[in-house]
């Protein structure tokens, strides 16, 4: 089974609000790459939740991909802070899937933390310049992280 690193603003989709609604959108990735793993999800994989562009920013908890990949709704809404004006209902290059909770962690393990493990120095998440909202996590990189609970 493949893992994943999904990036949300606590703000927008925090893991408490996930495990209060128990099932979410994720949706507004407006990056190529990122938009190509959201892809290769299958339902069932497992993803951590990191919380980004927060004052602590870290993996706060672990969710399941619970749908196949959609078009994201939030290109064609003119509302959306992700409106894309040359999406169409015919040509829309952006996807969305339905995400559940799985687990909060009881504390969230920063991103300094992260930085300092050797066997996360190939996660794309601790490279300087990385900016990607969603990556692959490999399985050892995933057991070196729940080692970190």
Same mark, same amino acid.
């Given at each position: 089974?493949?893992?994943?690193?999904?990036?949300?603003?606590?703000?927008?989709l925090s893991i408490l609000d996930l495990q209060?609604?128990?099932?979410?959108?994720?949706?507004?990735?407006?990056?190529?790459?990122?938009?190509? !793993?959201?892809?290769?999800?299958?339902?069932?994989?497992?993803? !951590?939740?990191y919380h980004s562009s927060c004052p602590q920013?870290?993996?706060?908890?672990?969710?399941?991909?619970? &749908?196949?990949?959609?078009?994201?709704?939030?290109?064609?809404?003119?509302?959306?802070?992700? !409106?894309?004006?040359?999406?169409?209902?015919?040509?829309?290059?952006?996807?969305?899937?339905?995400?559940?909770?799985?687990?909060?962690?009881?504390?969230?393990?920063?991103l300094a933390r992260l930085r300092g493990e050797?066997?996360?120095?190939?996660?794309?998440?601790?490279?300087?310049? $990385?900016?990607? $909202?969603?990556?692959?996590? &490999?399985?050892?990189?995933?057991?070196?992280?729940?080692?970190?609970?």
């Amino acid at each position: 089974m493949p893992y994943w690193l999904m990036k949300s603003e606590p703000d927008e989709l925090s893991i408490l609000d996930l495990q209060r609604l128990g099932r979410a959108r994720w949706d507004g990735v407006r990056n190529y790459q990122a938009r190509n !793993f959201l892809r290769s999800m299958q339902i069932g994989d497992l993803f !951590f939740f990191y919380h980004s562009s927060c004052p602590q920013p870290g993996i706060a908890g672990i969710g399941r991909i619970a &749908s196949a990949v959609y078009p994201d709704p939030t290109a064609l809404d003119a509302e959306s802070p992700y !409106f894309d004006a040359k999406a169409s209902a015919a040509h829309n290059p952006w996807s969305a899937l339905d995400v559940e909770f799985v687990e909060v962690f009881p504390e969230l393990i920063p991103l300094a933390r992260l930085r300092g493990e050797a066997a996360l120095a190939e996660l794309a998440l601790v490279q300087r310049g $990385s900016r990607l $909202s969603v990556m692959p996590v &490999s399985p050892e990189q995933w057991t070196a992280i729940l080692r970190l609970r």
